[in-house]
């Protein structure tokens, strides 16, 4: 008998939660350092995180189990890192969590075999992610709470709770 939710649906739902934070974080930060340019400048330059996926090209052999929990960790952590830091240095941890982030999805997208699991999966997982997100803003009247004082623990327990269920996943390995 299936479970209507597995390990993958709890930590997708946060991971997506931390992309789509990433993501906003770095065009944010892009915006906020080049609001008064009139020229575009080296911290445009950040929106060439949004292409990391391209570095796999790099890569001729399979892609393994390694690089995956290698890329789904530092993106966690780098999203827990960049508050703690200013403009320019949260620019630079948020892309470096986006980067990551996209590599993950790319090579969890390759490595997943159920296909009718892994799509309910995905749809629940980005709906919960964006649930995440609208519920921490609607707190803190649209910031995220999860990265300003003493509520970035919360931030932190979902960072480990995510690190810990992506040891449980399961991977068709492609070696």
Known sequence: MKTPVNKDAYFLSIFFYFFLQSM???????????LLN??????ALGLLFFFSPVFLIIFKEKYNKRIL??????????????PLFNTTIKLLFSGISLGSALIFLVIYFSMKSDEEEFNSNITL??????????FFKTLYSSLDIT?????????????????????????????
């Open 24 to 34: 906003l974080t770095l065009v944010e930060s892009i915006y906020t350092l080049d």
């Open 38 to 43: 009139t020229q575009l400048d080296e911290k």
């Open 69 to 82: 929990y290698t890329s789904g960790v530092v993106s966690i952590l780098f999203k827990l890192l960049y």
């Open 125 to 134: 997982s980005l709906l919960m992610g964006i649930l995440l997100g609208i």
């Open 147 to 175: 990265e300003y004082g003493f509520y970035q623990l919360i931030g932190l327990g979902l960072g480990l709770f995510a690190i810990y269920q992506l040891r449980g996943m399961n991977f068709v390995s492609s070696n």
